[in-house]
Structure formats: C-alpha cells, structure tokens
C-alpha cells in the first residue's frame, strides 16, 4: 500500500507537485473537434470563445488514417492559440492501442504546459492510472512543465464501471470522468444502438385498471443510465473530482439532448460533451443553474445567516442541510456569473 505521504509527491524527478485540489472552474461543455479536419481546426478559436472547455479529439471518430494529421493538427493548434479562460484538453487514443505512446509523448513535451487536462479513454481500473501518472510525471520532467497536467477518464467499460472508485483515487491527478454510453453499452452488451440518452423499450407501465383491464396503460420511459450516473457522481466527488454526462449522438434530438443532459445535471453532474455546435447552448441553458432557483436559494441563505437552525421561507422548512443545498446552487451561480454578465444579470450579483 501506498503511504499516504508520498501521495502528493512526484513521481519522477522535476515533475511538479501534484495538485492537492481540483481547480473548479466553469465546464458546462467540453466541445469536440477533430483537429485532422481543416474546417473545424480552422474554426477552433472561434469556437473556444463561445465554449468552456475546448477539447481536439485523436481516438474515436477520427479515421485511423487521420490519426497522425489529428496529432499534428493539434499540436500545432495548441501551439499557436492563447485560449485565455477556456480550458484546453485533449481526448488522445486508448492506452493498448498502437498511437498512445505517440500522442502522450509528443503532446506533453511539445505542449504540455498549454493543455489543462488529458482525456483518457477506456479506464478499466487503477492500473491504468498508475502507469499513466508515472509516464506523466516523467515527461512532466522532461519537458520542464511547472503545473501539473490533469487526468479525465472515460467510464466505458462494464470493469471500469466495476472499478470506478478505485480509479477515482489512484492519483491526485484524477479530475473528473465522463459517461461514455457508446462503448459502454457495447461493453455490457447492452441491446441499445443509440449514443447515449434513452430507449423506448426501456419502460414502466402503469398497472392495469381494475375495472378496464382492456383500457390502454400509460408507459413511462426511463434512464438507462442513472444507475452508472450516479456510481460515478459518488466516486468522483468522493474524491474531489468532477463528474461529466458524455456524448448525446442525435445532434437532430434537441429536446432529448436537453433533458437528457438535465437529467444528468439534477444527479451532480457538472457539464457534458456538445458534438456539435447546436449542443454547446444546450448545455449552457442546462448546466448554468436556472435564474429562479439561484435566487429561491439566496432567500434561503439570508434566512439563516450562520447556516444553523429551521426557519420557513413561503411556508417550506429550511434548516442546517437545506441550508447546504442552497449554498451548492448559488457557489454554482457565482462561479458561472463571473465569466457571463448575462447570467450575473438575472442572478442578481
Ligand atoms: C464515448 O466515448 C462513448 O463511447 O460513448
Ligand atoms: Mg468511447
């Protein structure tokens, strides 16, 4: 076992100290692009200024003959862009597969100190993140970085899904995960085909009416993923960490995207992935706290000034944990408002 005093020493010479706490920071969206595509590497910071994490992608959806491009294409990207307060992440290809070593090593030596956090995809337990915190801390070194680059996993595995807290606290490193319902549902061999969101098939229905058995029966769709949701929203704030809806595949299903994403946002949830630009106001409407709730809750935090006690606000009880619901909600708003007038607007800050 580990002694809890090396935990936040590094692991390799002149690698910088790791982070005892995740810096908060608005992630509504982490926006995809494949940096191998001329148009959306083109686009890239015009997109950053409306996102709040820009992240160019190298494992899924890029053609494996678009690998290397996708590399080179972000590098240099990173390269030649100060994104100023959007985040820069990158989702690079899995740790079995032939261009991890590649991407790692080029990425962090060559811009390791422009990129805030890497994306990796297909954690399947501790392991993973032990050999990845040790590679890191030794290019950290080499490539004389001063603070440390951060780890996001992707939970897309019925093992990593199994493992999920022990991957949460294998190393400070961990920022957050995100669902990944596509390859998870593989993984499992779940019978849904979609990328992420709901099934049709996947339902309760009302009993029968006693008196008409033959009436029809309302039927009422549910979540396939609450069950994964929540496990991962438990690990990772457990640990500090940020807890992240993935990827809604019908860009032509806005409603289903909304809630979807809402449904992800009331379980804990900080932001999800957009795919497409249409997605990145989706999940800004949905991950910036709404407007009457922010100021429902400052009523609520004037009401019982130290936190302490049972008050009733419009005849509903508040007291000590109430008191702590709110304080989440309106700690949100403050966080959001300070880069969105419009929202400090109608926040009342
Ligand atoms: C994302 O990577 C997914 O597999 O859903
Ligand atoms: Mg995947």
């Known amino acids: 076992m580990r002694s809890p005093r090396d935990f936040f ?12 706490d995740i ?12 940096p191998s595509n001329p148009k959306m590497a083109e686009k890239a910071p015009s997109i950053a200024s409306r996102v709040d994490i820009l992240l160019g992608n190298m494992e899924d959806a890029v053609a494996i003959d678009n690998k290397e491009a996708a590399r080179e294409g972000f590098i240099r990207i990173a390269r030649e862009n100060d994104f100023g307060d959007t985040q820069l992440w990158t989702r690079i290809n899995s740790l079995d597969s032939p261009w991890f070593l590649d991407d790692i ?19 399947q337990g501790a392991w993973d993140i032990h050999y990845a915190d040790q590679l890191l ?20 595995t019925a093992l990593g899904v199994a493992n999920v807290e022990s991957i949460a606290n294998a190393s400070p490193r961990i920022q957050g ?12 061999r779940m019978k849904t085909t979609r990328i992420g969101g709901g099934h ?66 009331l379980m804990g949830c900080v932001g999800a992935w957009s795919l497409h630009p249409s997605q990145i ?14 100021l429902w809750a400052k009523r609520v935090l004037e009401a019982l000034p130290d936190g302490s006690g049972a008050v009733m606000v ?17 700690d949100l708003a403050k966080l959001i408002a300070d880069s969105d007038p419009a929202l400090k607007k109608a926040y009342g800050f």
């Open 9 to 20: 020493k590094p692991l390799a010479l002149g690698a910088p100290q790791p982070l005892a």
């Open 23 to 34: 810096p908060v920071r608005p992630s509504r969206m982490i926006h995809f692009f494949d």
């Open 105 to 123: 090593h080029r990425i962090v030596t060559e811009v390791g100190d422009k990129i805030d956090v890497i994306m990796l995809p297909k954690i």
């Open 137 to 156: 801390a030794q290019l950290e070194a080499r490539a004389g970085i001063q603070r440390p680059i951060l780890l996001h996993c992707i939970l897309e």
């Open 177 to 188: 995960m995100s669902l990944g319902p596509a390859d998870l549902a593989a993984s499992r």
């Open 200 to 265: 049709p098939g996947y339902l309760v229905r009302d009993d029968p009416d006693a008196d008409n058995p033959e009436a029809p029966r309302t039927a009422h769709q549910q979540d396939l993923w609450h069950y994964t949701i929540g496990r991962m929203v438990d690990a990772c704030v457990s640990v500090g960490a940020l807890p992240f809806y993935g990827p809604f595949g019908a860009i032509d299903d806005p409603t289903g995207c909304e809630d979807q994403f809402r449904n992800a946002f």
């Open 281 to 294: 106001d989706i999940a800004k409407t949905v991950f910036s706290p709404p407007a009457d709730e922010v």
């Open 314 to 330: 419009d005849g509903k009880m508040q007291d000590d944990a109430s008191w702590k619901q709110c304080k989440v909600m309106v």
